[in-house]
């Protein structure tokens, strides 16, 4: 059974930074581009940022120069380093992967729990 398992969130001040994390365990053979979403109360889930398996990356127009993707292959996990935090940042982040469980298997979408992200001003 696969699993992605997001870094506990928290609260913290306008223009500080936090890092997330999110790791993926149980059977996986191959993981291909992961994305980190966020929800917004009321707001629709977007897209914040996402990685290749190649590490190609791209952002949200709201997050650029911000906030960093990067994975690390070895330990299955993609990570979010989020800087300057502004309110509009608060949020729930969700992460996201297209894994491969085994060689013959097809590739499925992945999700983990979320964590709550909150910028106080």
């Known amino acids: 059974q696969v699993q992605l398992v997001e870094s506990v969130g928290g609260l913290v001040q306008l223009g500080g930074s936090l890092r997330l994390s999110c790791a993926a365990s149980g059977s996986i053979f191959s993981i291909n581009a992961i994305r980190w979403y966020r929800q917004a109360p009321g707001k629709q889930r977007e897209l914040v940022a996402a990685?290749?398996?190649?590490?190609?990356?791209n952002y949200a127009d709201s997050v650029k120069g911000r906030f960093t993707i990067s994975r690390d292959n070895a330990k299955n996990t993609v990570y979010l380093q989020m800087n300057s935090l502004k309110p509009e940042d608060t949020a729930v982040y969700y992460c996201n992967a297209d894994l491969q469980p085994d060689p013959s298997a097809k590739e499925y979408d992945y999700w983990g729990q979320g964590t709550q992200v909150t910028v106080s001003s």
């Open positions: 990685i290749t398996s190649g590490g190609s990356t």
